[in-house]
């Protein structure tokens, strides 16, 4: 284990939901790897909230259990000694007031013990049901105060999704806000904390080539997929409220039309991209009223109904649906957007297609491949070597695997550090919650009165025909398998 950083403010982390999914997954290797990395605060405690009165051993046993399960890692002793020496957990009820009292308790020793202010972090990763009621209670019990004797703010982190339609998402911005400022909350979109999608902005607005053309007088359409092969896993209740619309169309596909198409922040700062990313979700519009059975594509994978046990289940486990932005830069650009699980493959890709009405033979084709795969890719025309006079497409790529060391950091380990340092600039605002709900609920309007009809595919396959039809419509496909982007093969 590396010696832990000196240079940020030591932090008590206070987990809700640390016998979790999330947690299991995500939260406690991430920080693990920050602590084996020297990463985090010195100092720095972790309190695990739990219903289930779970031990330190059962949770450490977890963090080995998932740190080691690529295969290759193994956990350093020194590492889980820290663990074992930081990690703390308080039993609770979540919606009982006295617990909290006790639950401040254990905070205010951990600062006695350590003799100095700590910063306090809360991560909810419990049901977004319960958000309200548990900040209501941190607020109550003053946890929302970032120390005990000193004058600190403590720090929020929860995970999409915010609200469940735009009526409560309001709400519980209201409600939130009534004990944590908007500047103490951070809303977590982990794609946002991905390499790949950090780097859509530095690449945008360092290329002049891309920079200057990226606007409807070069490109005809955009296109961006985010497939997976994976099922719902399990999680059936939280699925079966949530669908692909709220689960992933409302927060990450979005995130991403807003870093392909806003406009050049001022500078790199928060303040300044978080300002161009709500102008521009502000400008996004759905499909009209009239033409959502035409525009939006709702599909369910054949085994769905028989997994959640519901013969009758309406939610969609797929969407493809055409945007378009009302703006000088992009009017008449369609933006299609798909995500789906049960799928071929898994595949995350952004694709602008560089073409003119009147010559729809000159085409440049770029790929930003945010996962598996990793890379940038422009397909260009060029002469077929030889006496004839043929084309042929060939393509240049930049491929992370072969180019760049490997990625460093996952997102949640991006997402952890980012919030120990008071960094925002990954995460969503309440603005952008808003405008988000704002394109996707006329949506899930339309399809709650059936007015785009549900269509059932083969687990497997790349989602319903009619999706493609969607594209097909732009002179498009949605494949670009045929670029074979950044194939894992090559020598580094
Ligand atoms: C989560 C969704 O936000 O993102 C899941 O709730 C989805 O349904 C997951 O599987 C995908 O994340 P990633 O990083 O594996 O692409």
Redesign the pocket.
């Known amino acids: 284990m590396s010696e832990p950083t000196k240079d940020l403010q030591p932090a008590i982390i206070t987990i809700f939901g640390i016998t979790g999914d999330l947690a299991k997954r995500y939260l406690l290797p991430s920080l693990y790897m920050l602590a084996n990395n020297g990463l985090l605060p010195l100092n720095t405690k972790i309190v695990g909230v739990t219903r289930s009165g779970a031990t330190v051993e059962e949770i450490l046993n977890k963090i080995k259990i998932s740190v080691e399960s690529d295969g290759k890692t193994k956990c350093q002793e020194s590492t889980m000694q820290w663990f074992k020496e930081s990690l703390s957990i308080v039993s609770m009820d979540i919606i009982d007031n006295a617990d909290y009292i006790k639950l401040k308790d254990k905070l205010d020793s951990i600062e006695d013990k350590t003799g100095i202010c700590l910063l306090r972090v809360f991560y909810l990763a419990i049901p977004s049901a319960m958000f309200a009621p548990v900040v209501d209670k941190l607020g109550e019990q003053g946890l929302n105060k970032g120390c005990q004797h000193g004058t600190h703010e403590s720090r929020l982190l929860i995970e ?1 999704p915010f609200g469940y339609d735009l009526q409560s998402a309001k709400e519980l911005i209201v409600r939130l806000q009534k004990s944590f400022t908007e500047e103490q909350i951070y809303r977590i979109d ?1 794609y946002l904390a991905k390499e790949t999608v950090q780097n859509i902005l530095a690449f945008r607005f360092n290329n002049p080539i891309f920079t200057e053309t990226f606007n409807s007088k070069h490109i005809s359409h955009i296109m961006i997929t985010a497939t ?1 092969s ?1 099922g719902i896993e399990n999680r059936v209740t939280f699925y079966e409220q949530m669908g692909a619309m709220r ?2 169309i409302q927060s ?1 596909l979005l995130q991403l039309v807003a870093l392909t198409t806003m406009d050049e922040p001022k500078n790199m700062d928060a303040k300044s991209i978080h300002q161009q990313k709500e102008i521009i979700l502000n400008s996004i519009l759905p499909p009209h009223a009239d033409n959502m059975g035409v525009e939006t594509v709702r599909g369910q994978y054949n085994t769905y109904r028989k997994e959640v046990g519901d013969i009758k289940s309406q939610t969609e486990t797929y969407a493809a649906i055409k945007l378009s932005i009302n703006n000088d830069r992009w009017r008449d650009v369609p933006v299609f957007i798909r995500t789906g699980k049960a799928l071929a493959e898994k595949v ?1 890709e952004i694709t602008i297609i560089y073409q003119k009405p009147n010559k729809p033979k000159h085409k440049n084709i770029l790929v930003i491949r945010i ?1 598996p795969n990793e890379g940038i890719v422009l397909d260009l025309t060029i002469k077929k070597p030889g006496f004839k006079d043929e084309l042929q497409h060939v393509q240049m790529d930049f491929c992370y695997q072969q180019k760049l060391s490997d990625v460093q950091y996952t ?1 949640y380990e991006r997402v952890l550090a980012d919030t120990l340092r008071g960094d925002k600039t990954l995460f969503v605002t309440s603005q952008e919650v808003l405008a988000s709900w704002r394109i996707t609920s006329p949506i899930i309007e339309a399809w709650a009165n059936n007015r785009s009809a549900l269509t059932f595919y083969d687990n497997g396959s790349w989602g319903p025909a009619a999706a493609d039809e969607l594209v097909e419509g732009a002179g498009s496909s949605w494949q670009t398998d045929i670029l074979n982007i950044c194939p894992t093969n090559f020598k580094k």
């Open positions: 999409k982990h997976e994976i689960d992933f990450h995350n996962q997102a």
